[in-house]
């Protein structure tokens, strides 16, 4: 089960067009909670145990206690985001978590899937809702906590992929698109190099790419028009559908 946190005030779900969270769409896969109570000592997290089988924690960051006997919630008070980020996924090191807020840059979220695959640090509120139909029906198809859909979207493979060849492409901007090179020249890019391959190839091993174009010359020109093919299928079609030969 993902658990969204967020306490919804002034019914901003429905303002952003995200009724969906709240029309049970996604029942037995996404469940949506509103009202956590603060406890009564800061450090006390047993109300929140529920939320040690999470499969991800969805946590909008100023998210404030509620006081069931007020029936009102507690300005400021932020004991229950707190514990969760902090002793309940431990920022993704226990529990998938992505923290969400207003006040993140709406394009840029802060997320480092190299070093923690499982922690959004912080992504926009408006952002966040706008993937999070595509990062819950992928949940519900395949059974997988796909973060960087939430941060980029379901096609996060060219924002990857656009990275990579980037990189590779500004390593050879000083040379003459009819020079001719060979792959292997690329050493100081190498690894680079190795993510773009597996994810434009998938099926293709690196050492096999590297063994059968390693050492046949190619002209910058061309190294730079399937780099750019290869970009424009994803963008297209959200996977490269070309071939390197």
């Known amino acids: 089960m993902i658990y969204l946190i967020d306490d919804n005030q002034n019914n901003q779900r429905e303002r952003l067009g995200k009724s969906f969270v709240d029309d049970g769409v996604f029942n037995g896969y996404l469940t949506s909670i509103e009202k956590l109570e603060k406890p009564a000592q800061a450090s006390n997290v047993s109300h929140l145990a529920f939320l040690k089988d999470a499969k991800c924690i969805l946590l909008h960051a100023t998210t404030e206690d509620y ?144 063994h059968d174009l390693g050492d046949n010359p190619i002209s910058i020109n061309d190294f730079r028009n399937k780099i750019n093919q290869i970009i424009e299928s994803f963008l297209k079609y959200g996977k490269n559908i070309r071939s390197w030969k």
């Open 67 to 210: 006081d069931k006997e007020k029936e009102s919630f507690l300005e400021g008070s932020r004991t229950n985001a707190i514990n969760i980020k902090e002793l309940i996924s431990q920022e993704g090191d226990l529990i998938p978590l992505a923290i969400f807020s207003n006040g993140v840059d709406v394009n840029e979220p802060i997320y480092f899937p190299d070093k923690a695959p499982n922690y959004i640090s912080a992504i926009n509120k408006n952002l966040f809702y706008e993937h999070l139909w595509d990062f819950v029906e992928n949940y519900k198809n395949s059974g997988l906590i796909e973060l960087r859909i939430l941060a980029w979207g379901k096609n996060f493979r060219a924002k990857e992929v656009s990275k990579s060849a980037n990189i590779l492409l500004e390593a050879l901007a000083f040379r003459n698109g009819s020079d001719s090179f060979k792959i292997s020249e690329l050493s100081g890019e190498q690894q680079v190099l190795k993510a773009f391959v597996e994810t434009s190839f998938p099926d293709t091993h690196w050492l096999d790419f590297l």
